[in-house]
């Protein structure tokens, strides 16, 4: 059992690699979804797995044991290992966490921030037009959805840019991009391994972004324009604005604007690489889910429910 609670503890640190490889490979839109999902399945299996040596370590303690009904010895690793697997388990979770309810906290007043800020300025439907030097463009999602951008950002831009710019903001908005970047950022505290997929899947996003403007205005070129003018204008803003509020000049620009002008990634590849980046997932939930019914079993026989 503890073995099989080993390895999705092990997995996330391969999905990093995986993560990077399918983007390259898969439409941007499709490698958003697969790699959100994935690591949302893996950061599960990891928090089971830390969750489960907690419940071992506590029921090899005598009161515990008595709360559990526990009849017979609980039968497990040596508590040479499992005790201090325990201890390290309350640890990690209590560090998770910690960071966690600190990063809700900031993204919240962030959050309400932005929304107070968007509120002040003239609004053209979903479009709101901030006063301020510094030049930013974000998509903020709440209800309604809002462009908010700033009136240095527009200064900055000429007209068929700004429709670039604005084409991909509302497809930020459209998509629900917010859902996978927030999904991203709990991610990123359940396994130090899955920090770096969340800057992937935040580039995921920005991608899938950049490939609806295209669409949308008919001109690759000139929203590869548009985003690098912007991503240079925007160098120096200090903007107030949650994480999850997808903004064009985010990421490595460079690199989305290089991907704008290249030809598609072939398709067969990314099916590939996005086969073993499920495959892994998949392992993570299976290996999981056995060890958790394993876990079961061995408390149902030490309560004498059920026999060995």
């Known amino acids: 059992m503890t073995a099989l609670f080993l390895l999705p503890l092990l997995l996330p640190c391969v999905l990093p690699v995986l993560a990077r490889r399918t983007l390259d490979r898969l439409a941007p839109a499709v490698a958003l979804w697969v790699i959100t999902v994935c690591a949302v399945v893996v950061a599960g299996g990891s928090l089971a797995a830390l969750g489960t040596f907690v419940l071992l370590g506590l029921l090899k303690v005598p009161l515990f044991a008595a709360l559990g009904e526990l009849i017979h010895p609980l039968h497990t690793a040596s508590d040479l290992v499992v005790l201090p697997v325990a201890a390290t388990s309350v640890g990690v979770l209590a560090v998770c966490g910690w960071t966690l309810v600190r990063s809700v906290l900031r993204q919240t007043r962030a959050f309400r921030a932005a929304r107070t800020q968007a509120g002040l300025g003239p609004a053209a439907g979903d479009l709101c037009v901030v006063d301020s030097p510094r030049p930013d463009a974000y998509a903020l999602p709440g209800r309604p959805h809002r462009i908010v951008v700033t009136t240095a950002m527009l200064r900055t831009l000429d007209g068929a840019e700004r429709e670039a710019l604005f084409a991909h903001e509302r497809a930020h908005n459209e998509g629900g991009h917010h859902y996978f970047l927030a999904a991203a950022?709990?991610?990123?505290?359940?396994?130090?391994?899955?920090?770096?997929?969340?800057?992937?899947?935040?580039?995921?996003?920005?991608?899938?972004?950049?490939?609806?403007?295209?669409?949308?205005?008919?001109?690759?070129?000139?929203?590869?324009?548009?985003?690098?003018?912007?991503a240079l204008a925007g160098q120096a803003a200090r903007t107030v604005r949650p994480d999850f509020a997808a903004a064009a000049t985010t990421g490595p620009v460079p690199r989305r604007v290089q991907a704008l002008l290249a030809a598609a990634p072939t398709r067969r590849t990314g099916r590939l690489i996005a086969a073993l980046l499920l495959a892994c997932t998949a392992a993570s939930g299976v290996a999981s889910a056995l060890a958790m019914a394993d876990f079961h079993h061995r408390v149902e026989v030490a309560q004498g429910d059920e026999k060995p």
């Not at 996003?205 to 669409?215: F, G, L, P, T």
């Open 185 to 230: 950022e709990l991610t990123a505290h359940c396994h130090p391994a899955l920090r770096p997929v969340r800057e992937t899947i935040r580039l995921a996003a920005e991608r899938a972004a950049d490939e609806a403007a295209a669409a949308s205005v008919g001109d690759r070129r000139l929203t590869a324009r548009a985003i690098a003018r912007a």
